[in-house]
């Protein structure tokens, strides 16, 4: 009898995708399940019930045709002449931003234009050389890079991170692991953050920033390593964050994901 990738592999052909792609989500698949030390089946279900769920998110668009919007709620971000200088480099000026609840903003732009400071400039971490930043007090704040301590587990993150924001231990860890199945992954409680591949650390760093119930999120290229039926997940979930009233903001280079938001703050190219 066929193992799991392989039945997978052949169910994703039959269903109309190419060999080769059908290969790279078989791999892509059976490589998350040995991060988790886990049998696919485990992780994912029957092989053809999965094959058909990922086809089937492959293949419709990535809106929210259909769903009855909200009205949009408070402004929970505001942005106000917003600048940045380093000594005699201007990184941006005159930046101009508003979010409320249950609105989506993604921030676009060529490598080195300053997304990333500019997200900071809205977490609070990085002070604005000129211009006023309003925003809620609840804030989850999910980086590109770095975020967790390779030598602690995702659970103890987990505590970690709650304790930071008044949540008990047990609370944390129970709501940490509750909110990695959102993204298909259910960490091994013994694993290290440093034992984890690049795309499931962000799952980690996605977690944290939401472990507290944030108001606003402010995502930095979040979905790095993302396989893409996790890539479809992200963004579902940031679409259930939308409809519960939270505001989010997303640093992007995928110009198709602004398909995805209410509002485009293009800082144009480096200066």
Known sequence: MSDWPTLFEEELIRLGLQPARARQLSDETAGQAAEQ?????????????????????LSAPLTVSGRTRLAAGPVLLSLTGVGK???????????????????VAAIVGANGCGKSTLLRICAGLT??????????????FVPQDGGTAGWLTAEEHFTLFGAAAGIVPRRARSTGVHLATRLAWRPAPAQRAQQLSGGTRQKLNLVLGELHAPDLLLLDEPYQGFDQGTYLDFWQQVFAWRDAGRAVVV?????????????????????
């Open 251 to 271: 640093v992007t280079h995928l110009l198709h994901d602004l398909q995805n938001v209410d509002h485009v703050l293009d800082l144009g190219a480096p200066r």
């Open 85 to 103: 200088r380093y000594r005699r480099q201007t990184v941006f000026t005159d930046v101009e931003l508003t979010v409320r609840g249950g609105e």
């Open 127 to 140: 002070r604005p050389s000129a211009g006023t930043v309003r925003r809620t007090r609840r804030v989850g």
């Open 37 to 57: 030390a886990a049998a696919p089946s485990e992780v994912f279900g029957p092989a053809h019930l999965y094959a058909r769920h990922l086809v089937a998110e």
